[in-house]
């Protein structure tokens, strides 16, 4: 009998405490809140960062004379000149880079159509028709990483002797 006694304490001490939480309980519904099936993304993203590897360099080129004349030089690394020049030089190279961020993220990257080139004595040369080998959707690998390269025509007019110098400017953003 004296074990019925201490038994009926001990429940009755159990059942006063579920009644009183010792922490107010609050938690938000699962279920009354609309699920959404899109990738959320952050307002604030990952630092992304684009390193030049291998500058676009026409390095040197066999002008016939005076005159007007292209040299091509596109990603893959091939080749073409016409016009007043007959030869790119064999260490012509084009640019490479390599677009670092978050894995996985879409990236745009932007290169301009055309651009100045200066020599020192004042003369100018031009870039038109930049290319890149990306694909349409450019997207950083699983180690946040995007390796690409450009070229493009250069388009001389006259007297083109000289060291010319210039930038590419590339934007890279994600999406």
Known sequence: MSRTLLLLPVLALAAGMSTVPLFP???????CDSPTTSREEGSASGPI???????????????LGAGSGTATLLPDGSRSVSGVISDISGRAMAGSAVVRGEAGRTVRVELPRRIELYSLSGGRITIEDIVSDLPP???????GSLSFRFGGRLRIMGDAEGDYRGDVPITVEYL
């Open 137 to 143: 959707v450019a997207r950083l690998d699983s180690a």
């Open 25 to 31: 309980a609050s938690a938000q519904c699962r279920l």
């Open 49 to 63: 960062s684009l390193e030049i590897e291998t500058s676009l360099d026409f390095d040197r080129l066999i002008l």
